[in-house]
C-alpha cells in the first residue's frame, strides 16, 4: 500500500496546468463485434512467443524506436499491428509507431474487423507473453477502456516496460471481468481508469464507484508488490447533450463522481491521479483542443496525460 505522503503528493499532482506543446490531432478509435478474423491469424495468438531478450542490454532497457511515419488510425490497423509483434515476439509498447506496416497498412476492406472476444484475447496473451519475458525490469500497466488502448505508446514515460490492457467500449464492470488476464504479471505500478462508458451506457452511479472498489481490492489481491493507481474520470462534451442544463448536470455528475473515486481510492491503500482537473475547462467539460470527438483524445490530449504520468512516476519514486 501507499504511504500517506506519497498518496497525498499523487493527489496533489494535477492540482496546476504545465505547458503543453500542441501535436497532430490522431483520428478517434473504431471498434466493431463483426465476424471472427481468418483462421491462420488466430492461431498466431496461441503461438506467440516470449518477449525478446534483444529489447535488454546487460539489465538495461534499450531506447524505445521512435517514428514520425504512418500508424495505424483504426482500431482494426491497431489490432493486427499488436497481433503481428506478438508473434514476432515483441513488446507492443516499446515499438515504433509504423512498426509492421505489411499486416496492417491495407485497404481497410481487406482486414476483417476484430471483435470483442478477440481482442480480449490479444491481451490476455501479450499479458503472458510479458509475464513470461519481464526479467527484472520493472513494469507498469494501464488498464482501461479506450482511452487507454489509444495511449501513444512512444509517449510513456520510459524506464520500464509497459502492458496496455485498455479495450475500446468496455464499461466498468467488463474491465473488473478480465482482471485475471494479466494476474501473472508483475508490475510496480498499476494505473487504471474507468467509468466513461458506464455514463454513455446509463450504469448508475453505485455500480461505479462499487466496481471500481472491487476492482482496486482485486488489484492488490492479484498484486500486493504494486502501487495501484486509479485515474480519475475525464470531463466529457456530448453533442447529443442541447441544452446548458442537462450539460452541467453531467458535469456535476463527473466531479462528484471523481469526489467519491478520490475517497475510495484513499479507503482502498490506492493513490489517486486527478487527470480531471487538466482537462476540464470553465463551464465543466473537457478543453476543445484536447479531445477529438467530446470523449476521445487528441494528440494534445495525450501529451497532457503524458506529463501527469511522469509526475506520478517521479511521485512514486520511479522516474529515471
Not at 469526489?259 to 467539460?285: C, K, P, S, T, W
Request: proline share 5%.
Amino acid at each position: 500500500m501507499l504511504g500517506v505522503k506519497t498518496a497525498k503528493a499523487l493527489q496533489s499532482i494535477a492540482s496546476s496546468k504545465s505547458q503543453i506543446i500542441p501535436l497532430v490531432e490522431t483520428t478517434s478509435p473504431e471498434f466493431s463485434q463483426l465476424q471472427p478474423i481468418p483462421i491462420s491469424h488466430s492461431k498466431a495468438l496461441l503461438q506467440a512467443n516470449p518477449i525478446p531478450t534483444t529489447l535488454i542490454n546487460n539489465g538495461q532497457l534499450l531506447s524505445k524506436p521512435q517514428s514520425t511515419s504512418l500508424s495505424p488510425t483504426s482500431g482494426t490497423q491497431l489490432y493486427y499491428q499488436r497481433l503481428a509483434a506478438l508473434q514476432a515476439g515483441k513488446i507492443y509498447t516499446r515499438l515504433a509507431p509504423d512498426s509492421f506496416k505489411s499486416s496492417w497498412a491495407k485497404e481497410s476492406q481487406s482486414l476483417t474487423k476484430p471483435t470483442h472476444q478477440q481482442w480480449q484475447r490479444l491481451l490476455q496473451q501479450e499479458a503472458k507473453s510479458m509475464a513470461k519475458g519481464q526479467g527484472n525490469n520493472r513494469l507498469a500497466i494501464l488498464v482501461g477502456d479506450s482511452l487507454t488502448l489509444w495511449f501513444p505508446s512512444e509517449n510513456l514515460p520510459s524506464g520500464k516496460f509497459w502492458l496496455n490492457q485498455g479495450i475500446s467500449g468496455e464499461n466498468s464492470t467488463q474491465i473488473k471481468s478480465r482482471l485475471s488476464a494479466f494476474a501473472d504479471t508483475r508490475p510496480d505500478t498499476i494505473y487504471v481508469m474507468a467509468g466513461t462508458n458506464d455514463l454513455r451506457q446509463g450504469v448508475s452511479d453505485r455500480v461505479i464507484l462499487n466496481n471500481t472498489r472491487e476492482i482496486l481490492r482485486r488489484f492488490h489481491e492479484n498484486h500486493p508488490q504494486a502501487q495501484v493507481i486509479l485515474q480519475s474520470i475525464l470531463p466529457i462534451r456530448l453533442s447529443s447533450i442541447s441544452s446548458d442544463s442537462e450539460a452541467l448536470l453531467q458535469a456535476n455528475r463527473i466531479r462528484n463522481l471523481n469526489l467519491q473515486l478520490a475517497l475510495i481510492a484513499r479507503q482502498e491503500g490506492a493513490g489517486y491521479l486527478n487527470l480531471y482537473n487538466l482537462f476540464v475547462d470553465d463551464q465543466g467539460q473537457i478543453q476543445q483542443d484536447l479531445t477529438t470527438d467530446g470523449i476521445h483524445l487528441t494528440s494534445r490530449g495525450y501529451q497532457v496525460w503524458q506529463e501527469a504520468l511522469n509526475s506520478a512516476e517521479s511521485a512514486l519514486g520511479n522516474g529515471e
